[in-house]
């Protein structure tokens, strides 16, 4: 036995989100661990960062603008950068507003971004896995919002569990190629999304957060690009369908 599982030197890597938070740690992770990392993002010069970080390091890494509700943008990305072996679709939103006040346009946005962006580059990249024949993995991100409800959270609720839906069915589906499809539900982590919640809303997320979790502490963008990694490389050959919760061990209700 080696740790050479972990090893992703050969493989190509897509990341959306890839600009911030959880998407930037986990694309400059699957660089160190050896991915060639294309990186998608709206934001041009988050994108530009990121990039910056993982040449900084060593690694090797391509940027695509884009909206990843627009499927052709990202299906022309997907295409352009070859036989994929790893897919990460993180880019999402935060959204809130109570149930009698939630309008057609916030629920259209908030499915338009979190499931439909989430399906389109899970689509996108099973196909080119498919074509490849690469026996990719493919890793979605949901939430610790999934299963549990919060004032408030009903349109990012319901996208996420809709992540997991596409996550677990398309694990059925694509299993026979020899692509794993899992899921990353983490907790609270500080992150710029968290960072711009209402200071004092933020200042009770993290302490419960912290009076919760075994662990003591909020969690930050690289524990979950940890478990991305994971699910991305050869440790985790015989696993699919499943849903990765780093939430520092709190029970939700
Ligand atoms: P973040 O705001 O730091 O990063 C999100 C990134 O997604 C940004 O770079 C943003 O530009 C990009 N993005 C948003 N809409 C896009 C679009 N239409 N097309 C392309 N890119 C788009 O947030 P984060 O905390 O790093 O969140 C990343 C993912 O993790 C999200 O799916 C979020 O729902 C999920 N998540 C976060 C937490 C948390 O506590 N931070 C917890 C659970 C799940």
């Not at 499915?111 to 890793?139: D, H, P, W």
Request: hydrophobic share 45%; proline share 4%.
């Amino acid at each position: 036995m080696t740790l050479s599982a972990y090893d992703l030197t050969g493989r190509t890597a897509f990341v959306t989100g890839a600009a911030s938070g959880i998407g930037r740690a986990t694309a400059a992770l699957l660089a160190v661990a050896g991915a060639t990392v294309h990186c998608a993002d709206l934001d041009e010069r988050g994108l530009k960062e990121t990039a910056a970080l993982i040449a900084r390091d060593g690694g090797t890494a391509h940027t695509h603008a884009l909206d990843v509700t627009d499927r052709a943008a990202l299906a022309a990305a997907v295409r352009s950068a070859g036989p994929l072996h790893v897919m990460a679709a993180i880019a999402g939103i935060m959204h809130t507003s109570p149930v009698l006040e939630t309008r057609d346009e916030d629920l259209d946005r908030v499915l338009a971004v979190n499931f439909k962006g989430v399906l389109y580059a899970c689509q996108e990249a099973a196909r080119s896995m498919i074509a490849s024949g690469t026996r990719g993995s493919i890793i979605t991100m949901a939430s610790g919002a999934m299963d549990t409800a919060s004032p408030g959270l009903l349109c990012y609720s319901v996208a996420k569990a809709a992540v997991v839906q596409l996550t677990k069915t398309l694990a059925t589906e694509a299993g026979p190629h020899g692509i794993r499809v899992n899921a990353v539900a983490p907790g609270w982590i500080r992150t710029p999304m968290t960072d711009r919640h209402e200071p004092a809303a933020q200042e009770q997320a993290e302490a419960a957060m912290v009076r919760h979790s075994p662990l003591g502490r909020v969690g930050e963008a690289e524990d979950i690009a940890h478990a991305v990694l994971h699910l991305a490389s050869d440790a985790s050959l015989f696993t699919t369908g499943q849903i990765l919760r780093p939430n520092g061990g709190v029970a939700m209700p």
